[in-house]
Structure formats: C-alpha cells, structure tokens
C-alpha cells in the first residue's frame, strides 16, 4: 500500500439520451446466458445488468516450449481494502449478491458532492469534491487519480485475467490508528478481525464466480495455497490468486516507547493462523515502526501525517541517523498536515538532519524471531516498507542460509537491494508508474533480469491510496490504438464500457483494475516489446522463486558441537567466552578474544568434507579486516574469503566447494576497541 495522489479530474457530463439508452438495455437487453456448448471462459450466469469485459477470444493455456507457464504477474493488489481501515475510507465492494449498482455506489457521507472526502484532502490536498454517483454514469469515479474508491470491481479483474495477467497476490491490508483517527467508519478497527474477513471474502469471491460457471472449482478465480497448485491453474489458463498480508501491526506487535507488546508465542500463534488462512507472503512492517521492525519513511505532507500516527500509535516520532551504506531511507516529509492537530498539546513533530537518512530501527530481536518464523513455515517475506537496516538484516539471514523467499512487489525498498534481492532467487516487480517512467526503471535493471534469467512483475496497489499512471492525452505520440490483440496474439481488446461510461486509456490512464491490459499496450508502445515480454515472463519467475521457498531444506552446520580452539579468550569470572560457545547451538553465548588485534577462532568438523559457505553472527565486537581460513591437516593453511570492510552483524562468506577438515577465522583488524566475539559460526557444505 502506497499513499501519495492528484487532485480530481472532471468528468464530461452524462447525456439523457445515454441514459435512457442505459435503461432501455437493462429492460430489454439479453439475459444471462445458459446455452449448452459456451466457450469455458464464458459465464453461463452472469448477472444482468454488469460491466462489461470488451475482450473477445479465447484466453491461452498451457506452457511454453520450455515448460514454462506464461502471463503477467500483479504482485501487489488489495481486493478487499474497502473492508479495511473501518470500512469507509474505500468506497465501494469488489462483488455483491445485490447486483453491480449495489457494490458500485459511494460512501453515503461522500454525497450530495464529495465534500466530506476527508482522507482524500488530508493526504492529496484539494478538496475531495466529486461526483459521488457510480454505477451507471461514473462522472467522476473510478480515476486515476481518485484515491478512495474501489479499483477492483471482479469483472474488471476479469478483463485483467482475460487480457493475460495469470497472477495476482491479493494482499489484506489494514492500519488501526488510520482506523481510529478516522471519522466515518462502522466496525472494529482490531487488524486482525479485518484481515480475517478480508481472507473470508476472497474466499466468497471465488465462489460467487464459481457460481457463474456452474459450480465449485469451474471460474477463472483460483485461490492457490502452493506453487504447484498455481502452475496448474494457469496451464488451465485461468487466474492464480495468492493471498498476502501487509498491515501495520500484525499479531497485535506494536511497540509502545520501545516495549514490545507481543511475545514469541503471538508471533507463532500469528503466523500460524494465517498459514492456515492460505497466507503465504507477508510484511512485518508498514508505516509504523513496530515491535518487530523500522520502516521505510513516506515523503511530503503525508510523510508529517504518517509521523503523527506513529507517534499517536507507539509514543515515539521516527528518529534518524547517518546511513552506513549506500542505501537510504526515504526522506521524511515535513510539510504541514491537517493531522498535527491530533497531536497533544505542546507535541510537534521534530525536525531531521538531511544528512542522516536511516530509521534508526532495524529487526528487533522479536522481528528476528518472526522472519526465521516465516522461514520454517516456507513463506516469502515482504521487503518493501521495511527500513535500509531491517531489510538489510533480514537478507543476511537469508544469505546465511540459502534462503530465497524475499520479495519486492512496488518499488518501496532502496534500488540498491535490487541484485541482492536476485542473486538469493528472489522476485522483483515495479510499481504501476506511467509507461514513460515505468520503462526507464525497466531498463535500468534490465541487464540483470538478463543475468539472472528472471522476469519481472508489476505491482498496481489498487485500493491501496496511490496514484497510478495519468492520461497521455488522445493525441499522445504512440497512443493506444482500439481494438488491439493480447500479448500472446490470441484476444483481441477493446475500449471497456461499464453502465454509459467507455475507458480510453489514452484519456482516462490507469483508473481501475480493467485497464491494465491497455496500460499493458502502452508501455508496449512507450517502452518496446522487451519490457513486454519480460513482464509476459513474471508469472513464471514469481512461481519460481515461491517453488523454491518450498522446496529450501536447512543445510547442516558442520560446526555444531564440533571441538573449537582459539588464540585467546577473554577471562570473565562470571560466564564463559571460550571458543566452544560459539558452536553451542546457541545464539545467547559467544566467544570473546583478548582486546587486540591478530587473533583467530577455529574448528575442527571431525573430518574432511566439501565446505562453500561459512556464517558468522558477530556480537557488538566485530571483525572489520579477517579471513576465512580452510585446511585439511590443521598445519597447511590457505584463505578461502576474506574482508576489509566488515560491518558486523551476520557475515556469510561464500567461495568456491573446497576440501576441509579445520575451519579458521582469522581477525586483522577490529571494527572496535575491544577484541573479536562471535556468537555462533556455521559451517555448511556445497
């Protein structure tokens, strides 16, 4: 979920004669349609009146040459947001049993003109005034710039799937304070009841289109709970739904003046109550820093409301510090908001240093626990939102063990993650910028999509109060050209009409989920073909790093319990540092060195095997300049890895499969003034 946005645009006014030309087709138009023999991807019951799909022919299936499967993957969508936040700040549902006018019409505080629009003023400026009239006439809504109003009708779904999109992750989302600040609402604003019934009603969703095609299993909507299931649904040629969960506080983790206010046991009870809701990608962070992570800043007037929540929300505003590296965090905003009047009295929001960029918050020890959570339950974890210092945490876990599951579905981690993020198997998708923008960020990562062999994906963020892509203007160079065929050749697609109101991409952009195919032939147009077709292969590469996550096995440490030695150990009549501690199985016990430099720690694995990988989770006392040293008779010595820039934290030092029996690191140079010390080291084989 992303919040950033445009004032309104205005809408032609709707004729009398469309209108009754509306009432006419509802009267006297065709019926649903049950005649035996209809092409599978056609509803034999589709409600009457409804949107249309304006996509003819008949979607593919199957694989590729290769085996592969093939479409397009929207790796960040919210069907069901207008059930989130209270329930009123998306207007509008994505399917209801009354009809289209029923789940099409505005918030009723919305009328008679969009005045009590409240959050679309408070984060986007202007006034929030509209038409708040939908279904049929949709003067004003659904826009590309118009941010509260639902984006993911189902049958606007239905175009995307029919125009090739094969995978779409469905991600409950939710925040409680925006919930509590905000008036209008009409349930709970508890996180998780919300991402419950959000899971519920993708669930009721799939089998209301069940229901069109004559019963369970037979639509195109297929929620699926693991990669292989998925592979065979699109060979079928039908939609893939995997279900995910970004919200602020999940498992009730919220951190109150830097108190957890969750334990162990909720994040497994957490975890394992949305595995078994069909969960299997999440964020640990979003917006708020929490107990279990530091996120990633929002920019401008909505960045200062942002920071008013989190301190209403935890007691503490964002604090900031000088970034190590070359990532950074995005700049907090600090222009003025509406939302400061929340603030107690005498509360402002403080000003921050330009040169110190960085959350000061990583992954707590809570939020430590909960990625190795996700691990042992095969998920992939949500980078996105997280601070530069939580996700670069939580990759050296991943690189520790090999682990692929990480993903970056809308352009919300610095750019600079970006090969690690490949180089573990991971999936990388762009947000749903214009084609302009969206293809200079394509090409700028192209070389390594080639490198690693992988697609790419996009993320839409519908209903998640961001903008999408604007009207080049009916006279753009390359516009779109209506009809035109489907990437893979075998549809053609045509403007959509829903009630009196017809889409043209060229001046209506990226108002609503339907349109995606025709943002699709844009940035084909824009952008070139390749950025096509390695959009056409996401589906693939995103299934391909899930499979993956399924299938990672922990690999043994070779270390563990093994006899260690080491040149010095710290003396303490208290506890213990000697260099056994540090291959205890125990992440609470360390080995310490004397408090000089030229000292080293080492192994012996009990006999000879093949060793690529060597971990090492360093205390406060880190090596800054050492070696990772192997041999084969404990006198013979050869420097497998080596550093001069260590930083700390959990190192992982990857070469090339060498014979060892004895394993050696070996410090030049301490990063503090005190010695070397090492909590646990691993050692695994290739």
């Not at 649903?32 to 799909?53: C, I």
């Not at 639902?150 to 094969?166: D, I």
């Not at 997280?386 to 919300?412: C, N, R």
């Amino acid at each position: 979920m992303t919040m950033t946005g445009r004032p309104y645009r205005r809408r032609r006014e709707v004729t009398v004669v469309s209108l009754l030309l509306l009432v006419l087709a509802t009267v006297l138009g065709p019926t649903p349609s049950s005649a035996a023999g209809a092409d599978w991807w056609t509803p034999t019951a589709r409600p009457a009146p409804d949107s249309q799909v304006d996509v003819t022919g008949e979607p593919f299936t199957g694989t590729d040459s290769a085996g592969d499967v093939r479409g397009f993957v929207d790796a960040h969508n919210h069907l069901f947001s207008n059930e989130a936040f209270g329930g009123r700040l998306i207007c509008g549902k994505v399917f209801s049993e009354a009809g289209v006018a029923d789940a099409l019409k505005d918030c009723p505080e919305h009328y008679p003109d969009g005045t009590l629009a409240l959050f679309d003023y408070i984060t986007h400026g202007g006034d929030g005034k509209h038409d708040p009239v939908g279904w049929p006439t949709f003067q004003d809504w659904p826009a590309y710039d118009s941010m509260t109003h639902q984006a993911n009708y189902y049958a606007w779904v239905e175009r995307a799937w029919r125009g090739g999109q094969r995978v779409l992750v469905n991600d409950l989302v939710t925040n409680g304070m925006i919930c509590s600040v905000y008036p209008f609402k009409n349930r709970s604003c508890d996180e998780m009841t919300s991402i419950r019934l959000q899971a519920k009603l993708t669930y009721d969703l799939q089998a209301y289109i069940d229901k069109m095609y004559g019963g369970t299993g037979k639509g195109w909507f297929r929620i699926v709970l693991d990669s292989a299931q998925a592979r065979e649904v699109i060979k079928q040629g039908k939609l893939a739904v995997v279900l995910g969960v970004e919200t602020s506080e999940p498992f009730g983790c919220k951190q109150i003046l830097d108190i957890a206010q969750c334990s162990q046991a909720d994040v497994d009870k957490g975890l394992d109550e949305l595995y078994a809701l069909g969960v299997r990608s999440m964020f640990l962070c979003h917006k708020f820093d929490n107990a279990l992570c530091g996120v990633r800043f929002d920019e401008g007037g909505l960045g200062t409301a942002i920071n008013v929540g989190q301190f209403l929300s935890t007691g503490t505003f964002w604090q900031t510090e000088k970034c190590t590296g070359p990532q950074h965090d995005n700049p907090i905003g600090t222009a003025a908001s509406a939302a400061e009047a929340d603030l107690p009295a005498g509360t402002d929001v403080p000003s921050y240093d330009a040169d110190a960029q960085c959350n000061t918050r990583g992954l707590t020890a809570l939020g430590e626990y909960a990625v190795r959570g996700m691990m042992k339950r095969k998920m992939m974890l949500e980078i996105d939102h997280m601070s530069v210092k939580a996700t670069g945490q939580a990759l050296d876990i991943f690189e520790a063990a090999d682990y692929p599951g990480v993903l970056s579905s809308h352009s919300w981690m610095d750019l600079n993650w970006t090969e690690r993020v490949y180089s573990l198997g991971g999936f990388v998708a762009q947000y749903m910028h214009g084609s302009q923008a969206f293809g200079a960020e394509a090409a700028r990562t192209d070389a390594l999509r080639d490198k690693y062999g992988v697609g790419y994906g996009f993320g839409t963020d519908f209903n998640g109060v961001g903008d999408h892509p604007a009207p080049r203007g009916a006279d753009a160079a390359h516009k779109v050209t209506y009809p035109f065929k489907s990437v893979d050749g075998g549809s053609v697609i045509d403007r959509q009409t829903v009630g009196t109101r017809t889409f043209d991409f060229n001046t209506d952009g990226g108002a609503e989920a339907g349109l995606i195919p025709d943002w699709i032939e844009d940035i084909r147009l824009v952008a070139g073909q390749d950025v096509v077709d390695d959009l056409f292969r996401g589906a693939e590469s995103y299934l391909g790093t899930w499979g993956s996550t399924e299938r990672h096995q922990a690999s043994v440490n070779l270390a563990r319990g093994r006899t260690a030695t080491a040149g010095s150990s710290e003396s303490n009549p208290f506890t213990s540092y000697q260099p056994g501690r540090a291959v205890d199985g125990d992440d609470a016990t360390r080995w310490a060195s004397d408090w000089s430099d030229d000292q080293y720690w080492q192994v012996d694995l009990g006999s000879t095997h093949l060793v690529s990988r060597v971990t090492l989770d360093w205390e406060r006392a880190y090596g800054k300049s050492y070696r990772v040293e192997l041999s084969t008779d404990g006198a013979t010595w050869t420097t497998a890895w080596s550093t001069t820039s260590g930083d700390g934290g959990l190192d992982t030092a990857r070469f090339t499969g060498t014979p060892a029996r004895y394993v050696r690191v070996h410090g030049l140079d301490r990063g503090t003034d005190w010695g070397y010390s090492l909590y646990e080291v691993g050692v695994h084989s290739a």
